[in-house]
């Protein structure tokens, strides 16, 4: 799986050509390092550097942060206190970090995979304990769009 390290090494050789000029860049990274291999801390610098990076070389764009999805799925309880709170760490101090920024957005998405009044995951939105499935797409991808859309009239993009 792809990780912040990677993600970032791959835009700055090559994988965000001059070429490409979108007006918003939607990221989506970090799950994947939860909780053994990162902590909370070094997810979120790593996170905040690719939108750096973006930020950067795409100065008229908008840089969206997506929540970490909360990670679930069948027979799974993902929502130990340890990943629980690391993964409610992040998406605060991103949320904090968006809000600070003219150009950086906060989305988040985590309530759109949970049982309602809950903190447990809708399993059919899931293929695994951590990728959404077809339902899960159908659930976040309105959400996305409405977000895209609101993003073109308050930036005028």
């Known amino acids: 799986p792809t990780q912040c390290p990677q993600l970032l090494y791959r835009l700055r050789n090559g994988e965000l050509p001059d070429k490409l000029r979108s007006k918003v860049f939607w990221i ?22 690719i939108a750096h990076e973006i ?4 100065p008229d764009s908008i840089v969206v942060l997506n929540s970490l999805l909360p990670k679930g799925g069948p027979g799974s309880d993902p929502f130990t ?19 600070e920024q003219e150009r950086v957005v906060f989305f988040n998405a985590t ?4 049982q309602p009044n809950t903190a447990m995951t809708v399993p059919e939105y899931y293929l ?15 959400a996305i769009m409405n977000k895209v859309v609101d993003l073109i009239q308050t930036y005028q993009l």
Do not use: K, M
């Open 111 to 114: 309530n759109l995979f949970l």
């Open 81 to 99: 206190e340890a990943i629980w709170s690391q993964v409610a760490l992040v998406n605060q101090w991103l949320e904090c970090y968006a809000a």
């Open 128 to 142: 695994d304990l951590v990728h959404p499935s077809t339902l899960g797409y159908a659930q976040w991808a309105p």
């Open 55 to 58: 930020v950067s070389r795409r």
């Open 28 to 49: 989506l990274i970090g799950i994947n390092q939860l909780p053994e291999l990162c902590s909370a801390e070094a997810i979120v610098a790593g996170i905040l550097q």
